[in-house]
C-alpha cells in the first residue's frame, strides 16, 4: 500500500538540479508544525550604461581648425545593455498549513526553513540559493591632462582662438611624424622593436589629450539594479520604464518607455481533485501534509512591440495543492520525502524500513 502511495505522490522530472546552501529549521515540534508552501517569482538583473560627455574647451573651434562637428552641450545618456532572469520563491501566507501527527505515525523530523517553508520529511534538507549577481567595474585608465602635453607657444598663446589654432597645429604634427615614423622617414628612427612601440605610445598619448580639447570627453559606467516580480495572474503589466536621459525609472514614470512583461500559464498541472470520486473521498489519515503541483508559465518581456527575452518557469500559484496521507507513515514502513524548495513539489520519495 505505501509503495502504491508513493508512485501516487511522486512527482518525477520537475525541475533540474539546483544550487543549496544551508538553512537553519524552525524550532518547532513535530506534533503540530505550521509551515506554507511557496509562490514563484523572477528576479531581474538590469544592466544600465551610462554615458556622460563633457565638450572640451576648443569645442567651438573644432570645426575650423579639425574639420569636424562636435556637441558644444554636455550630455548624460542610457542604455540598457543586458537583462538576466533567475527564479525565486516566497512563502504564500494564503497556503499555510499545521502538520499535526502522533505516536502512530513514524515521523522523526520535519525540516521547516527560517521563512516557514517546508523542505522535508524524516530527513534532513537545504534551501535554494539565489544565484549570486555581483557587478565588478573594470579598472578605467587615469585621465589625460592635456595641459602637460601642450607647448610653450600654446601655453603662452594671448587668446583661447590663438591656443586651439596652434594645438590644432600640434596634432597634425604628432600625425605627421608617426607617419613618417611607419614609412621609416623618420630622421631619429628607434634601434629596436621596442623602442618603435614606446614612441608609437607617446605619439597615440599625446594626440589623445590634446584631441579632447576639441572632441571633449566621453566617460562610460555600468550600473546593475535588481528588480522582483511575483505573477500572480495572468496578463500584461508594466514591469518598469527605463529613459535615455533618466535611466531605468519606476513603472509609473512616464518619462520612461514602458517595459512590459505579458504572464501566460500553459496549464501544465493537473487538479488531484479534479475526479468527482476523488472528492467524495474522505482521508481518515489526513495529517495535514501538503505539497504543491506547479503549472509552467510563459513570460514575454517587450518593449515598443519588439520581444526582449522569453522565459518559462514553474509557479506553485498557477498549479494546484495536493494533500498527502499519513498512510506514508506507518509503524512498519514508513516514507523520506524531499519537497523541491522552490516550487514547493515533492522532488522525491523514498521508501524506509521501520526497525
Known amino acids: 500500500m505505501v509503495s502504491e502511495l508513493m508512485r501516487k505522490y511522486f512527482l518525477s522530472g520537475m525541475l533540474a538540479a539546483l544550487t543549496f546552501v544551508s538553512s537553519p529549521l524552525l524550532a518547532q515540534s513535530i506534533e503540530g ?11 531581474f538583473t538590469v544592466k544600465v550604461e551610462k554615458t ?27 542604455r540598457i545593455i543586458g537583462i538576466e532572469m533567475d527564479e525565486t520563491a516566497v512563502p504564500d501566507t494564503s497556503k499555510q498549513f499545521k502538520l499535526t501527527v502522533d505516536k502512530k505515525y513514524s ?43 601642450m607647448t610653450e607657444d600654446i601655453l603662452s598663446a594671448g587668446s583661447t582662438a590663438k591656443q586651439a589654432e596652434l594645438t590644432a597645429k600640434e596634432i597634425y604634427d604628432i600625425r605627421d611624424s608617426r607617419n613618417s615614423l611607419s614609412r621609416g622617414d623618420a630622421d631619429n628612427l628607434p634601434k629596436d622593436g621596442a623602442q618603435l612601440k614606446l614612441m608609437y605610445e607617446n605619439m597615440n598619448r599625446q594626440e589623445t589629450a ?34 535615455k536621459y533618466y535611466g531605468l525609472v ?6 520612461g518607455e514602458p517595459y512590459y512583461i505579458t504572464v501566460t500559464d500553459e496549464h501544465t498541472a493537473k ?29 514575454v518581456l517587450t518593449t515598443d512591440d519588439k520581444t526582449v527575452a522569453t522565459y518559462e518557469m514553474n509557479a506553485a500559484q498557477f ?30 520519495i523514498k521508501n524506509i524500513e521501520m526497525k
Open 52 to 78: 556622460q560627455y563633457k565638450p572640451g574647451e576648443f569645442s567651438p573651434y573644432a570645426e575650423r581648425f579639425m574639420r569636424e562637428k562636435v556637441s558644444q552641450q554636455p550630455t548624460t545618456t542610457y
Open 271 to 299: 487538479d488531484p481533485m479534479a475526479d468527482a470520486a476523488e472528492k467524495k473521498k474522505e482521508d481518515k489519515n489526513d495529517i495535514g501534509l501538503r505539497s504543491a503541483i506547479p503549472s509552467k508559465i510563459k513570460a
Open 107 to 149: 515521523i522523526d523530523k520535519v525540516s521547516v526553513a527560517h521563512d516557514g517553508q517546508l523542505l522535508a520529511i524524516n530527513t534532513d534538507a537545504t534551501q535554494q540559493a539565489l544565484p549570486m549577481r555581483v557587478f565588478k567595474p573594470a579598472p578605467k585608465p587615469a585621465p589625460l591632462d592635456p595641459s602637460a602635453f
Open 319 to 348: 498549479g494546484f495543492v495536493q494533500s498527502l496521507s499519513g498512510d506514508l507513515f506507518g509503524k512498519k514502513q514508513s516514507a523520506q520525502i524531499v519537497f523541491d524548495p522552490l516550487t514547493g513539489s515533492v522532488r522525491s
Open 210 to 243: 590634446l584631441t579632447q580639447l576639441f572632441e571633449g570627453v566621453t566617460v562610460k559606467d555600468t550600473t546593475w539594479t535588481q528588480l522582483s516580480f511575483i505573477p500572480e495572474k495572468e496578463g500584461k503589466t508594466v514591469l518598469f520604464r527605463f529613459s
Open 33 to 43: 508544525t505550521s509551515y506554507m508552501l511557496p509562490k514563484n517569482g523572477m528576479r
Open 250 to 255: 519606476s513603472s509609473d514614470d512616464l518619462s
